[in-house]
């Protein structure tokens, strides 16, 4: 069975860091691009950031870059997405996916269940 589990959202503070898990169990990540994904209540879902399946390229939102990071360990059949110096904004719940790659959702058919990420003081 094909699962996408994610992991390690919470409550941070402004400024704070999170890093988020998404692991995969019935299905090798090699051979799929992988998007970080986050809706906030009353929006739509968007894309945060992506990694390809080929040669490990990223992509981010405007609205994260430099800020966070996502990378791939296919030993542990896993990607993270590092997450500093959190906003307000950035709450919402988050989910990974797996599929063809871009911050398109309609080029991923796997999706995970989400985590939930809240930046408040």
């Known amino acids: 069975q094909v699962q996408l589990v994610e992991s390690g959202g919470g409550l941070v503070q402004p400024g704070g860091s999170l890093r988020l898990s998404c692991a995969a169990s019935g299905f090798t990540l090699d051979y799929y691009a992988i998007g970080w994904f986050r809706q906030a209540p009353g929006k739509e879902r968007e894309g945060v950031s992506c990694i390809s399946s080929s040669d490990g390229s990223t992509y981010y939102a405007d609205s994260v870059k430099g800020r966070f990071t996502i990378s791939r360990d296919n030993a542990k059949n896993t990607v993270y997405l590092q997450m500093n110096s959190l906003k307000p904004e950035d709450t919402a719940v988050y989910y990974c996916?797996?599929?063809?790659?871009?911050?398109?959702?309609?080029?991923?058919?796997?999706w995970g269940q989400g985590t939930q990420v809240t930046v408040s003081s």
């Open positions: 996916a797996a599929g063809d790659g871009g911050l398109g959702l309609q080029n991923y058919d796997y």
